[in-house]
């Protein structure tokens, strides 16, 4: 698998842009770099910043879009008049009528100051979709705009909510629609992703018959695959390809969602939310925009064998020092390729929880929480790997099977609680498969014996986690990472229930 990454995935032969080509339009927020999120009031970017990004940006497209006009933005349609962009101008519609009303006026403000620039005046996000806004009370802020505007004002909105708003689009001088297929409440594979969009764009325009900006469209390159929807780096350059290929030949007028990932957009969509851009969090393009157009989602495997390389040193150690403590014997040859394999693959384990982490993980409680099972999990193959089998051992092993029988608990426990959570609240939620993935060797390997007062809540346990997984599958088909949670699921549940089941058989054989 780790070798596949490491292979180029050719997109197409030629570039996504072609040579003088830009991008229509890309979505623009300045809340990349660590700490810095719009729910945070206090938050305020630095004029510095955003000129920074911009000019970065300025070599891909002609315009930006932006959302609102606070927290430092209000200085956007300046800069970009030095820089020969074009702004999308939103004003931010919420719940509270204050807010409102300064955003609309700040905007309006903006858009007679910079007409050069701001080709449009966007009132609103998907304020239909929120529920923030009665549609009253939207097409009134709108009626106003569009009064004292110098600019044409519209309104964005995921297509669905525009039909079933049709008053608004009187309000409108043009109709902007957000169409995501990942987000689709019938997600869309990638391949059939352009195609969707294409449909979803003429059904709007014959059914009011105003021009249409694709306000937001795009593909997520990370996160938890939805049916048969799955993020990637490799699928958000095929959509992108794919897309602006189209948009040239049928002449739409489109923004990309968006410039830049957007870390702090974890916090509400989880990983997937926070790698929409074109550009990383580090103004670095994810892929060629003007060459050859090839992905490799791993660039280089010296990571992964490095990793390999200090889980076979750091297991080696052990063993070592434990025998040198008269602990344990002099490892003979299956000793020592146990101790390869094994350590190879908790080093290799942990390289992907940790780069799954990194990427997804959002504060200090998921980080110490999640972090603890993987520890969990790197010990428990450890110590199944250094003991020796329960029935073989003397009893200066004995608080050492006792330990490892409550992290084999301890680990079903805490697959069991991920397994309810993808289950009741699967939207934002990572299948946390390497997490999980690295412990079940050990356990399927070796049965662990548990303490009689507690070696009945495997029983329980297994079978809700079986369950939970089953019901995951079920409630996503069509998605492949929900059937591979499953079946580590029913794996999981399988070496609890072998454990339990494995010591009973011990005991009638002690009776005997």
Known sequence: ?????????????????????????????????????????????????????????????????????????????????????????????????????????????????????????????????????????????????????????????????????????????????????????????????????????????ERYGKPVLIGETGWPGAGRQRAGSKPGKVEEARYLYNFVREARRQGWDYNLIEAIDQPWKRDLEGTVGGYWGVFDADLQAKFPLHAAFSVTPRPSLLPLLAAGALGILALAALYLALYLKKYLPLPDFLSVANMLVTGAWIGSALLFIGEHGIMAYRNLWEWSALGLVAIMGAAFCAGQMLLPPPDNSDSRHAPAHSALSALALAILLAA???????????????????????????????????????EWMRIPLSAALLMCGLGSALQETGNNEAYVWAALCLLLALAGLRGFFHRRRTDKKGDV
């Open 1 to 205: 698998m780790a070798c596949a990454q490491h292979r180029p995935v050719e997109i197409a032969p030629d570039a996504l842009l072609t040579a003088g080509e830009k991008f229509n339009c890309l979505s623009y927020a300045p809340y990349h770099l660590p700490g810095q999120t719009p729910l945070n009031p206090d938050t305020q970017i630095s004029r510095a910043q955003i000129e920074a990004d911009l000019a970065a940006l300025a070599s891909v497209t002609h315009c930006v879009r932006i959302y609102a006009v606070n927290q430092g933005l209000e200085v956007v349609p300046e800069v970009a008049r030095e820089l020969g962009l074009k702004v999308l101008l939103g004003a931010w519609v919420g719940y509270e009528a204050a807010p409102n009303r300064k955003e609309l006026e700040t905007a309006i403000a903006l858009a007679k100051a910079y007409p050069d620039v701001v080709r449009g005046l966007v009132v609103g996000n998907e304020v239909m979709l929120r529920g923030e806004q009665s549609e009253a009370a939207l097409k009134a802020l709108l009626d106003e705009a569009r009064q004292r505007s110098p600019v044409p004002v519209t309104y964005a909105d995921v297509w669905e909510f525009w039909l079933r708003h049709p008053d608004l689009v009187d309000s409108v001088d043009f109709i902007t629609v957000h169409i995501l297929p990942y987000w689709e409440d019938e997600p869309v594979a990638v391949e059939a992703a352009v195609a969707h969009a294409a449909r979803v764009r003429q059904r709007v325009l």
């Open 416 to 454: 069991f609680i991920a397994a309810v959570l993808l289950l009741l609240d699967p939207r934002y939620r990572d299948f946390p498969v390497w997490l999980y993935l690295l412990p079940l060797p050990a356990l399927l390997a070796l049965p662990v014996h548990m303490p009689h007062k507690t």
